[in-house]
Structures are given as C-alpha cells and as structure tokens.
Nanobody, 126 residues
Framework: QVQLVESGGGSVQAGGSLRLSCATS????????MGWFRQAPGKEREGVAA????????YYADSVKGRFTISQDNAKNTVYLQMNSLRPEDSAMYYC???????????????????WGQGTQVTVSS
C-alpha cells in the first residue's frame, strides 16, 4: 500500500513560516515527480510546488514563487515545503503527491496524481 505521510501543518499569523514534510517509500519516491497541492474550501485544487526527485529541479506556482521552497532528502525519501511570508490566502489543506511524470512542471498544472497523501491543514490568520 502506497503511503505518503505528511506532517508540519498548523496555524500561524500572516508573515510567519511553516515547514511541511512528506515521507514515503523508496518505490514511491522514485516516481520522478513529488510535490504539494492545496485546496481551500470552495476552490479547485491547485499545484503549489513540485520537484524532480532524480535531479532536484523545482517548479513553483506563480503565487508562491519567492516565498516557498521545495526540497528533498534522498536518504529519507522525504520532500519538504518551506513556507515563508505566509498570507491568509495560503490557508488550505495541503496534499503531498507523487506521480511517474517526466515533466514535473506540466504535472504541477494538471492537479492529477497517481499517489496522494491524506493532507495537512495550514491556516494563516491576518
């Protein structure tokens, strides 16, 4: 059974920071693309950031560029999302995902994935 285990969500004031973690198996980690998507109530799911796990190239949604950083730890089969300068509009359920894609940037726009985590809530208050 594929598992993507997220952690690190919580509540923070605007301007604050949070770091999300997503740990998985070596098999799932080898899926090429891992990333983070988010969905706020009443809104469609959107891609936030993705990383090509075999090379480390990162991709970001325009709304988070310069504020969020995705990174990886190959030894732990874990992907992180460092979120700085958080805004109330960043509030959402954040999902870790993995997909056997070769174009992680295009995958980020698709909001579709073979493997999903359960999600972790991020709430940013003004």
């Amino acid at each position: 059974q594929v598992q993507l285990v997220e952690s690190g969500g919580g509540s923070v004031q605007a301007g604050g920071s949070l770091r999300l973690s997503c740990a998985t198996s070596a098999y799932t980690y080898s899926s090429n693309c891992m990333g983070w998507f988010r969905q706020a109530p009443g809104k469609e799911r959107e891609g936030v950031a993705a990383i090509y796990t075999r090379g480390g190239r990162a991709y970001y949604a325009d709304s988070v560029k310069g504020r969020f950083t995705i990174s990886q730890d190959n030894a732990k089969n874990t992907v992180y999302l460092q979120m700085n300068s958080l805004r109330p509009e960043d509030s959402a359920m954040y999902y870790c995902a993995a997909n056997p894609s070769w174009d992680c940037g295009r995958w980020l726009l698709s909001s579709q994935a073979r493997y999903w985590g359960q999600g972790t809530q991020v709430t940013v208050s003004s």
